[in-house]
Every structure is written in C-alpha cells, then in structure tokens.
C-alpha cells in the first residue's frame, strides 16, 4: 500500500520567513495529494490541494508543488505569521479507490 | 450545518470496559473513516467505509469494530478497551473516497486506564 514520508518533524522559523515542507510517496498510482493544517486541540482542516495533472498551486502565502517524477510533493509557506504555528500534514491517494494515508506531521513554531 | 459530529467528546475507560464512538454526517457523503492520532504517529487509518453497506480494515483495526449503520452514520466500537487504545479519535467524511477532500469531526479523546 501507500506509504507517506514527511520531513522535517519539526520546524522553528522566525516571523517573516518562509517555510518549506517535504513528503515523498510510494505508489506512483497516487493523484491526489492534500495538505492538512491542525492547531492545538482542533481538528485537521484543509489548507490546500494537488491532482497529479498540476505541478504548482498557489493560494495566498501557501503553495504546493508537485514532483511525480521524483514521487515527491511540498508544501509552501511565505512571509510567515505567528498564526501559522500548527502541526502540518500531508497526505496521497489514489482518486476515488483508496482512502488518504497521512504523513506523520511537521509542527511548525513560527517565533515573533 | 453540522459536518462531521461526533460523541462522546472526552471519555474514560477501565482496562476491559467496551464503548462506542458514534459519528454522523450532514453532508450526504458517501465515505466516511476512522481515524486515531497518536502522538508521533500522525494520523493512522482504523477502518472505513467506501459508500453505504461497505467496511474494510485500515492499518490498525486490531481491537476495533465498526457499524455503518445508514449513510449518515459510521460508529466505532471497543470490545474489551486495553491501555494501547489510549488516543484521540476522529471521524471523518468524504464525497467519493480518497481522491476528494474529507473533513474531520472535532475528535474524541479517549483514555483507558
């Protein structure tokens, strides 16, 4: 089955920086490829997402790009702000079969 | 409208009680999944259920049962609760599996003692 790798597991940036995070994937069958924002105690909610025909969405501050070559996707973040704290989680399907499979999370601090 | 509501919120178990986490949705969603989150372990998948009338086994099923009891409703039962099911649980729904966004219940945390 598919099988996610998210790095790093933790990331501290100062405020106005960017931050950038990795995951790489295993089935090449895999299209579908969402990122999840989780803040203390809350539920993981969508921030953005990518099909395997898109090799760059942007929305705002946040971008994901796509690599299908290399099996490998990241996600974005500019100019960042104290609101931005959260644990990040990838995640890869294939459309419309298999259920999404996470990464384990990268909690990102972003330090005022 | 609701989403993904799911109960009990928070609960405490004895090692060998039996519960249900019970889950509805409001968005006429035909998949819907359990989840359990772990510290360090990221979200791992309990079971699911592809469309109404449907189950199937997750990466971690052991210790777990599941009703899809009409397409609103998916529920999670513990048997015999051990203190390894400590976690905090979410449901979730989706329009037509995986390729489609899903949403989250607002979790239930769950200690066995």
């Known amino acids: 089955g598919e099988n996610v790798e998210q790095h790093p597991s933790t990331l501290s940036v100062q405020e106005g920086d960017s931050a950038v995070i990795k995951c790489t994937y295993s089935?090449?069958?895999?299209?579908?490829f969402p990122w999840y924002k989780q803040e203390l105690g809350k539920r993981p909610q969508l921030i953005i997402d990518?099909?395997?025909?898109?090799g760059e969405k942007k929305d705002q501050r946040i971008a994901v790009t796509l690599n299908k070559t290399a099996k490998h996707f990241s996600l974005h973040i500019t100019e960042t702000q104290p609101e931005d704290s959260a644990v990040y989680f990838c995640?890869?399907?294939?459309?419309?079969?298999?259920?999404?499979?996470f990464g384990k999370g990268t909690r990102l601090s972003v330090i005022a | 409208n609701a989403g993904v509501t799911q109960t009990p919120k928070f609960q405490v178990l004895k090692t060998g009680q039996s519960m249900t986490l019970q889950c509805a949705q409001d968005m006429n969603h035909n998949s819907m999944y359990w989840y359990r989150q772990d510290p360090g372990m990221g979200l791992r998948l309990i079971y699911y259920s592809a469309s109404e009338g449907t189950t199937d086994k997750g990466e971690v099923p052991n210790g777990y049962n599941v009703s899809r009891l009409n397409k609103r409703e998916f529920s999670l039962r513990l048997e015999s609760a051990a203190p390894s099911q400590t976690s905090v649980y979410f449901c979730?729904?989706?329009?037509?599996?995986?390729?489609?966004?899903?949403?989250f219940g607002e979790g239930s945390w769950l200690t066995v003692v």
């Open positions: 990518i099909r395997s025909n898109v």
């Open positions: 995640a890869a399907s294939i459309k419309g079969n298999t259920p999404l499979v």
């Open positions: 089935d090449s069958a895999s299209n579908y």
């Open positions: 979730a729904s989706s329009d037509q599996g995986g390729g489609n966004t899903i949403y």
